[in-house]
């Protein structure tokens, strides 16, 4: 985290000397200043995305906004795929137009073919406006340039393949997941992800 240095005013010596009125007014000016630095991010979701998340705030974190799941859903890492297994995927069913959940279980061994995605998909856009601190907007864009990508899409695509991959597994499929990795020496998400990946 990046701490700047304060800046010198014209009252500083009184500040130092105790003076109330001015700690109160220095106090004040440091959370402005914090407050500025926070950042903005647009983000243009696909309509039928923003009712798939609606739908899972809805059944599973009541109270939340979409807003707040939206951020914190970016901020976290995938529990079972790295950055790089999930731009593999989101770029692989896209062009060939494949069911995303489908395509994982199919690259892990649990189906002998994806099918192509049904019905249309929306174009509508919905954007939200989602605050974040300097230090959570850095992070963010240090992983979307990681993979050679605008912040924007790195979102678009994280979420896309979050949100599916949320309870995507049968506790049978879980559990060979589990062998499977011991065996290789591997977390699940490494497995899976190196599946995703060959």
């Known amino acids: 985290m990046d701490f700047k240095k304060a800046s010198r005013d ?60 939206t951020k914190q859903f970016l901020l976290e890492d995938n529990p079972f795929l790295t950055d790089k297994a999930i731009l593999k995927i989101y770029q692989e069913t896209t062009f060939y137009n494949l069911n995303i959940a489908e395509y994982i279980k199919q690259k892990l061994g649990f189906i002998v073919i994806a099918n192509k995605e049904e019905g249309e998909k929306s174009r509508l856009l919905k954007q939200k406006l989602v605050i974040y601190s300097k230090e959570e907007k850095e992070l963010l864009k240090q992983k ?7 912040i924007h899409r790195y979102n678009l695509i994280k979420l896309k393949i979050g949100i599916v991959t949320t309870n995507l597994f049968n506790e049978e499929e879980m559990q060979k997941i589990i062998k499977e990795s ?12 190196n599946k995703i990946l060959k």
């Open 10 to 69: 014209t009252n500083f010596d009184d500040f130092i000397n105790g003076a109330e009125e001015t700690a109160n007014s220095s106090t004040t000016s440091t959370k402005n200043k914090e407050k500025s630095e926070d950042k903005q991010i647009v983000l243009k979701l696909p309509k039928d995305l923003c009712q798939e998340i609606e739908k899972r705030i809805t059944k599973r974190v009541k109270g939340l906004s979409l807003k707040d799941f």
């Open 144 to 150: 979307a340039e990681a993979l050679n990508l605008p």
């Open 182 to 193: 011991s065996k290789a020496n591997l977390s699940p998400k490494e497995y899976i992800s």
